[in-house]
């Protein structure tokens, strides 16, 4: 029995339980979810058992002929998201603490009930409850546009692997991807480039982000948004020239690449614009946690402009770097206003003034997540040679990839430990998960199941289940059954 991420604790006995079209499922009507957990569960069975089982409320459960879901007062060891699912061969029983955690079972369930034959199930004990809570994918939407129902797919596949966050990467050079009613320029202009004779570009109206962020509410992912700042901003200064320190009108940028034009932080309508866009981002997106990239932002400019250079007298500031820390600790300022905390790429240690609160996000390997938590600031592993799944996996692809992109195997996948060996005990605390990465600057949504799968399940592993015993012989047997459910679910994996 192939499970992935693998369980806790699992005991499998002998005896098997059998599905069949008259097996009811009880759940209690007093558990409030975002998910109606019965349907969700009857939905997924559905194409194990060809039939759709009823689902009905139920406070005593008959212990036969019968799926059981209930939540456990009392039982806070499983925590927010652990679950524990007994097959016996009467029933099945799986209880929580929470609803995530029913969930989470509910993976678990189908996974064991995609193996059945003639809806016969094995009889087993499973404990779980997931290593790290903070469990992400970042898909890239600005430099390939990512329609909605394939961002809906995404957070469908990552919840099938006990994933529960999803950051959209909104905003790059190469495009702005969020509608902002405020500054209409930004998806007028911004949201699309010149591509050879024609036009490439799109954009996610409020409306389709809000039904995104619906949707992956009901499978228990939070949406992280990330509006880029300082860098990566050329799609808005072509918006609106004025953001940056020329003024001066650019394109949105055709190739991949840093870029000097960056948001001019000498300027109060830069932060004008900034609090604007971010006003509108936090009524969207319910997330504790607002992306505001921070990485690769070239000086150049700020060290030629005059407003810059004022607000670098006054606040008596000796290197432009500074400046990045000054718009940082604003923004992180507006964000506490309203009630958020910032996230950003490891670069944010490096430019003063970040605030205590800020979680940073560790790109450049590992080094950036040991010093964040030394500093006592929350981290997310992001490491680039571990969990950036634009990266090649063999030779043949890395023939069509740029140089400097370090061939990943999922073998490599499976040996990240999102906790740096190098903390202490105490500093370890500070880290709360990891994210795997897919860029797209050479990956466009048709390209992206095979740069993600299967390594993405590798990486479920890796923040969902023990560290200790990790097998990786074990771990490729389990894939192979793993991979034939990828394949009901039409998932074009990499092949070797
Ligand atoms: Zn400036």
Same mark, same amino acid.
């Not at 932060?271 to 921070?294: A, K, Y």
């Not at 390997?365 to 010093?371: L, N, P, Q, S």
């Given at each position: 029995?192939?499970?992935?991420?693998?369980?806790?604790?699992?005991? *499998?006995?002998?005896?098997?339980?059998?599905? =069949?079209?008259?097996?009811?499922?009880?759940?209690?009507?007093?558990?409030? #979810?975002?998910? %109606?957990?019965?349907?969700?569960?009857?939905?997924?069975?559905?194409?194990?058992?060809?039939?759709?089982?009823?689902?009905? %409320?139920?406070?005593?459960?008959?212990?036969?002929?019968?799926?059981?879901?209930?939540?456990?007062?009392?039982?806070?060891?499983?925590?927010?998201?652990?679950?524990?699912?007994?097959?016996?061969? &009467?029933?099945?029983?799986? $209880?929580?603490?929470?609803?995530?955690?029913?969930?989470?079972?509910?993976? !678990?369930?189908?996974?064991?009930?995609?193996?059945?034959?003639?809806?016969? @199930?094995?009889?087993?004990?499973?404990?779980?409850?997931?290593?790290?809570? *903070?469990?992400?994918?970042?898909?890239?939407?600005?430099?390939?546009?990512?329609?909605?129902?394939?961002?809906?797919?995404?957070?469908?596949?990552?919840?099938?692997?006990?994933?529960?966050?999803?950051?959209?990467?909104?905003?790059?050079?190469?495009?702005?991807?969020?509608?902002?009613?405020?500054?209409?320029?930004?998806?007028?202009?911004?949201?699309?480039?010149?591509?050879?004779?024609?036009?490439?570009?799109?954009?996610? $109206?409020?409306?389709?982000?809000?039904?995104?962020?619906?949707?992956?509410?009901?499978?228990?992912?939070?949406?992280?948004?990330?509006?880029?700042?300082?860098?990566?901003?050329?799609?808005?200064?072509? #918006?609106?020239?004025?953001?940056?320190?020329?003024? &001066?009108?650019?394109?949105?940028?055709?190739?991949?690449?840093?870029?000097?034009?960056?948001?001019?932080?000498?300027?109060?309508?830069?932060?004008?614009?900034?609090?604007?866009?971010?006003?509108?981002? !936090?009524?969207?997106?319910?997330? &504790?946690?607002?992306? @505001?990239? +921070?990485?690769?932002?070239?000086?150049?400019?700020?060290?030629?402009?005059?407003?810059?250079?004022?607000?670098?007298?006054?606040?008596?500031?000796?290197?432009?770097?500074?400046?990045?820390?000054?718009?940082?600790?604003? @923004?992180?300022?507006?964000?506490?206003?309203?009630?958020?905390?910032?996230?950003?790429?490891?670069?944010?240690?490096?430019? +003063?003034?970040?605030?205590? !609160?800020?979680?940073?996000?560790?790109?450049?390997?590992?080094?950036?997540?040991?010093?964040?938590? =030394?500093?006592?600031?929350?981290?997310?592993?992001?490491?680039?040679?571990?969990?950036?799944?634009?990266?090649?996996?063999?030779?043949?692809?890395?023939?069509?990839?740029?140089?400097?992109?370090?061939? !990943?195997?999922?073998?490599?996948?499976?040996?990240?430990?999102? $906790?740096?060996?190098?903390?202490?005990?105490?500093?370890? /605390?500070?880290? *709360?998960?990891? &994210?795997?990465?897919?860029?797209?600057?050479?990956?466009? =949504?048709?390209?992206?199941?095979?740069?993600?799968?299967?390594?993405?399940?590798?990486?479920?592993?890796?923040?969902?289940?023990?560290?200790?015993?990790?097998?990786?012989?074990?771990?490729?047997?389990?894939?192979?059954?793993?991979?034939?459910?990828?394949? /009901?679910?039409?998932?074009?994996?990499?092949?070797?």
């Amino acid at each position: 029995m192939a499970i992935i991420p693998l369980p806790q604790q699992i005991e *499998w006995k002998s005896g098997f339980y059998t599905l =069949q079209a008259d097996v009811r499922i009880f759940i209690d009507s007093t558990i409030q #979810s975002p998910t %109606d957990l019965g349907d969700y569960l009857a939905d997924s069975l559905r194409d194990n058992i060809q039939c759709t089982l009823s689902v009905e %409320d139920a406070s005593e459960k008959p212990k036969q002929n019968c799926i059981s879901l209930g939540l456990e007062e009392g039982n806070e060891k499983l925590g927010e998201e652990g679950y524990e699912l007994s097959i016996h061969e &009467e029933w099945i029983q799986l $209880t929580a603490w929470k609803p995530a955690g029913l969930f989470y079972g509910i993976q !678990t369930l189908r996974q064991i009930a995609s193996h059945s034959e003639n809806g016969q @199930i094995p009889c087993v004990q499973i404990r779980d409850v997931p290593q790290y809570p *903070w469990r992400g994918v970042l898909l890239d939407c600005a430099r390939h546009f990512l329609d909605k129902e394939f961002i809906k797919r995404y957070i469908d596949l990552s919840a099938h692997h006990k994933l529960n966050r999803l950051h959209l990467h909104l905003t790059d050079d190469q495009g702005w991807r969020i509608e902002i009613k405020k500054y209409p320029e930004l998806t007028k202009v911004g949201a699309y480039r010149k591509d050879g004779d024609g036009v490439y570009g799109d954009f996610y $109206t409020q409306e389709d982000l809000r039904e995104i962020v619906e949707y992956a509410e009901k499978r228990f992912v939070t949406i992280i948004p990330e509006f880029e700042m300082p860098g990566h901003a050329s799609a808005a200064i072509a #918006s609106y020239p004025h953001l940056s320190c020329r003024g &001066e009108s650019i394109p949105v940028q055709t190739k991949w690449g840093i870029f000097a034009d960056v948001f001019c932080p000498g300027k109060e309508s830069t932060f004008e614009f900034l609090e604007g866009v971010l006003d509108e981002i !936090t009524q969207i997106f319910p997330s &504790e946690f607002i992306h @505001i990239g +921070g990485d690769e932002a070239p000086r150049d400019r700020w060290k030629e402009c005059p407003h810059c250079q004022k607000r670098m007298r006054e606040n008596d500031f000796q290197q432009e770097d500074e400046l990045q820390g000054y718009l940082i600790k604003r @923004i992180a300022e507006f964000l506490a206003s309203k009630n958020r905390r910032l996230i950003g790429w490891d670069e944010i240690l490096d430019v +003063g003034g970040l605030p205590d !609160t800020a979680v940073v996000q560790s790109w450049r390997g590992m080094k950036g997540a040991i010093r964040a938590a =030394q500093l006592h600031h929350d981290v997310i592993s992001s490491p680039n040679q571990y969990v950036y799944f634009d990266y090649p996996q063999d030779e043949q692809q890395q023939k069509s990839k740029p140089n400097w992109m370090r061939m !990943t195997p999922i073998e490599t996948v499976y040996q990240f430990q999102p $906790t740096p060996p190098e903390l202490s005990a105490e500093d370890s /605390r500070r880290v *709360w998960g990891a &994210e795997c990465t897919m860029w797209t600057e050479h990956a466009p =949504q048709e390209k992206i199941d095979e740069q993600l799968f299967p390594r993405i399940c590798a990486f479920s592993e890796t923040v969902w289940s023990p560290g200790e015993g990790r097998d990786w012989d074990h771990f490729q047997e389990r894939l192979q059954s793993h991979l034939k459910r990828l394949d /009901r679910m039409g998932v074009n994996y990499y092949r070797p």
